[in-house]
């Protein structure tokens, strides 16, 4: 359980990474929110990494250069369900806000996450 509240808090820090990487994007650079949220995505996977790698499951055996690729691999293809979600809410909704649609997707996201770090990348 300890494990889970540590994710939960490891995840809060990567939302705020990623909504306060997003508002600057949306509010400092022409690229939409399409783009934006691509590039937080990828600043926000590589934060939580290194809050997950130390406080919620401690490095694996496999080494930095295996474990962030493994890392990498899991974040992504949640990010791809996170990102997918997010558009559809923006795409169904046009006036929903980025921010909005940016915290329900990551909550879609949160489960697999967990399951895909704690079983493929951590070995717990």
């Known amino acids: 359980m300890q ?5 939960v808090f490891a995840g809060g820090i990567g939302f ?6 997003l508002w600057l994007l949306l509010a400092v650079t022409p690229l939409g929110p399409f783009v934006s949220r691509i590039l937080s995505i990828g600043f926000a996977l590589c934060v939580t990494w290194q809050i997950n790698r130390h406080l ?18 899991v974040g992504v293809a949640t990010s791809i369900v996170n990102y997918a979600v997010y558009s559809a809410i923006l795409f169904a909704v046009p006036a929903t806000s980025p921010l ?25």
């Open 3 to 7: 494990r889970v509240v540590r994710f």
């Open 16 to 21: 705020v990474t990623d909504a306060a990487a």
């Open 56 to 73: 919620t499951f401690s490095p694996s055996s496999r080494g930095m250069t295996r474990e962030g690729a493994r890392y990498g691999g």
């Open 100 to 124: 909005i649609a940016l915290a329900i997707a990551s909550l879609v996201a949160m489960t697999l996450s967990f399951l895909g770090y704690s079983r493929l990348v951590f070995d717990r």
